[in-house]
């Protein structure tokens, strides 16, 4: 069922309903526009009485999304379109330069944010084929930097945090779009020590979406987090420098001639799946497995197939 439309603007109506002295009903949209708070109708004055039933009927009704004039072709229930309405990639949205620093206040389509930060912040443009470097780093004094990734004509934001209270440092690659969408994409972050060329960490996770507040990933700890004693390790003439590379999750797993698909030259029968803490590289290895208390191997990079809540590789000699 469709939601009901207001008979002011006619479009589906939201919630609360006011009603007014002669029971009239508007969408919340043209209520709060009202000044005085006179009815359209009636010119009767608006109550802060509820029309309940109404807006339970309005909260099980389908909605097309207020964007759909603008290309999103999505409908839900209508209790769940504010959820969309918030990572909806047709959605007008504020330059993260503006959000997160207070420096700029450009507006405008997902389309239109590439250009805008080529031609105004090029120094916040990074590449995932290239090495990031930040100057004038040290784990005793709080920073923040942003960044705007493009993978696959698709927009991430990668943050980059250090936190002296609580002495943490922080990573955070989200995709600009739908939490569905977000988790079909991982990202790694790598880092090579300046110090001692054989330390080196690569942390790997899923995406977040945009519409999840950097600072509440950060507070929860779901993204890379480093120790700032150990990210001292990293920094060289008060530089840091790491890599962040995107790939897709994909679901299921590969075929390989020289895996489970591969014949044992000896038996002539299949090779099953490699053991899991088998792993040929020197070095310690160890990963954080959600549900696991035992230190498994893994390679460098991620798989194809679906990623545990965090994992860590560490290889340091």
Not at 53 to 77: F, H, M, S, T, W
Not at 114 to 131: M, Q, V, W, Y
Request: charged share 20%.
């Amino acid at each position: 069922m469709e939601a009901p439309e207001c008979p002011v603007c006619i479009q589906p109506m939201t919630v609360p309903i006011f009603q007014c002295q002669s029971g009239h009903s508007l969408c919340n949209s043209c209520t709060v526009k009202l000044s005085p708070p006179i009815c359209p109708i009636c010119r009767q004055t608006m109550t802060q009485m509820r029309n309940w039933q109404l807006e339970d009927l309005v909260g099980k009704a389908i909605v097309a999304c207020p964007n759909k004039n603008k290309g999103c072709v999505y409908k839900y229930v209508s209790k769940e379109m504010e959820d969309h309405v918030k990572e909806c990639i047709f959605r007008e949205m504020d330059c993260p330069m503006g959000k997160v620093f207070g420096t700029c206040s450009w507006s405008g389509k997902l389309k239109e944010m590439l250009n805008h930060f080529k031609e105004r912040h090029p120094g916040n443009c990074a590449n995932i084929t290239s090495d990031v470097t930040i100057d004038n780093i040290s784990v005793t004094n709080d920073c923040r930097h942003f960044y705007l990734l493009q993978f696959n004509k698709q927009i991430f934001y990668l943050s980059f945090k250090i936190d002296t209270v609580q002495k943490l440092g922080y990573w955070l690659v989200q995709y600009v779009g739908t939490k569905k969408a977000a988790r079909q994409n991982v990202y790694e972050i790598q880092m090579n020590s300046k110090q001692h060329q054989k330390r080196q960490v690569t942390y790997i996770d899923y995406c977040f979406s945009d519409s999840m507040e950097a600072n509440e990933v950060f507070r929860q700890a779901q993204c890379a987090v480093m120790p700032l004693i150990m990210m001292g390790h990293f920094i060289d003439n008060s530089k840091i420098t790491f890599r962040c590379l995107i790939k897709r999750a994909f679901e299921g797993k590969p075929a390989s001639k020289n895996n489970d698909q591969s014949k044992d030259s000896t038996s002539g029968q299949k090779k099953g799946p490699p053991h899991p803490n088998r792993h040929k590289s020197p070095g310690p290895h160890v990963s954080r497995a959600k549900g696991s208390g035992t230190n498994n191997t893994q390679s460098v990079g991620p798989k194809p197939g679906p990623f545990k809540k965090q994992q860590a590789h560490f290889n340091k000699k």
